[in-house]
């Protein structure tokens, strides 16, 4: 098991069975485990978030929660400390993961999936950009992504150039002409217009999108990895290259799914690859500094992709 994956432990399950909680596990990854408490609430026991950060993370849910969504998202009720760890109570989230419905070996995107991605992306559209959101950090960073900056390019480019000055030659060894790309794309965001801004999830992948049996979106959860305010189209640009991210078919996926985003939610497709490009850049090294883990290979790959250069101007 990865060492930036948390997995659960007895120590846990008798934490929260001294509490008079049922525990049992639930779900386990790289922000931390959860154990399902009974009484549809859950505990998160987080791997390096600390309380000043959740609580943050409370104040955005709130902000959330009052744009009435069509679906459900969470909601932090308290938090304590443990032995230096924080710890989370939270409302116990409907559905399965619409990851369920997908497989590894899929050809193509599953319409009902498509459209149910969608719907999630154009409601978070809808959802105006607080100071709390923009308060929070991203990534494994301690500082607001925000922080010294007047727009949401500036904010973001400050964050590509700390990814870069901090893993830069780890990226170079593996993409040789990096620079160029790298030239390329802070050229291409600092010539993006502005756009509204609203409330981005940053890691809608389909093990985060809760549905029904229809495929339908009933709850939302696990912001926090690139949970910002600013340019939903950055939101559409991830979850369009991540439905599936290492499957035979991967690349086949990411090219419809990107199509088909800039057509329903009417996004430039240009926009859509500089932002998928960012995001490679900046969360290549989220999980391992020496590039050894995949998410890594998949960034790289992401750059080396034809429609991301010639989107760069390469």
Not at 34 to 55: N, Q, S
Not at 213 to 234: C, E, H, M, N, Y
């Amino acid at each position: 098991m990865p060492d930036f994956v948390l997995v659960h432990t007895q120590k846990w399950l008798d934490h929260f069975t001294q509490q008079g909680h049922r525990v049992s596990p639930l779900a386990a990854g790289v922000e931390g485990a959860i154990y399902d408490l009974g009484d549809d609430l859950i505990a998160k026991v987080w791997r390096v978030r600390g309380t000043g950060e959740l609580e943050l993370m409370q104040h955005f849910y709130a902000d959330v929660a009052k744009a009435g969504l069509p679906f459900k998202t969470p909601e932090i009720l308290t938090i304590e400390q443990v032995d230096g760890i924080s710890v989370s109570y939270e409302r116990k989230l409907p559905g399965r993961p619409l990851q369920q419905r997908l497989t590894f070996n899929d050809r193509d995107v599953e319409p009902v999936a498509a459209r149910c991605v969608i719907d999630v992306l154009q409601a978070l559209s809808t959802v105006p950009a607080t100071e709390a959101m923009r308060r929070l950090p991203v990534l494994d960073e301690e500082q607001p992504l925000w922080a010294g900056a007047d727009t949401f390019q500036d904010a973001l480019t400050n964050l590509l150039s700390r990814r870069v000055a901090q893993f830069g030659e780890v990226i170079r060894t593996h993409l040789g002409d990096f620079d160029r790309r790298y030239t390329g794309l802070r050229k291409r965001l600092e010539g993006l217009a502005s756009f509204p801004e609203t409330a981005i999830h940053g890691d809608l992948v389909p093990e985060n999108i809760l549905v029904d049996k229809q495929s339908r979106p009933v709850a939302v959860l696990d912001f926090g990895f690139l949970t910002t305010g600013g340019d939903p189209r950055l939101d559409a640009a991830i979850a369009a290259s991540v439905m599936n991210m290492y499957g035979p078919c991967a690349p086949a996926i990411t090219d419809t799914l990107t199509a088909r985003v800039a057509r329903d939610l009417d996004y430039p497709v240009d926009v859509l690859l500089i932002y998928q490009a960012a995001y490679a850049v900046a969360t290549a090294n989220a999980f391992t500094s020496d590039g050894s883990d995949g998410h890594f290979a998949w960034c790289i790959d992401q750059l080396r992709r034809p429609d991301i250069a010639d989107a760069l101007g390469m």
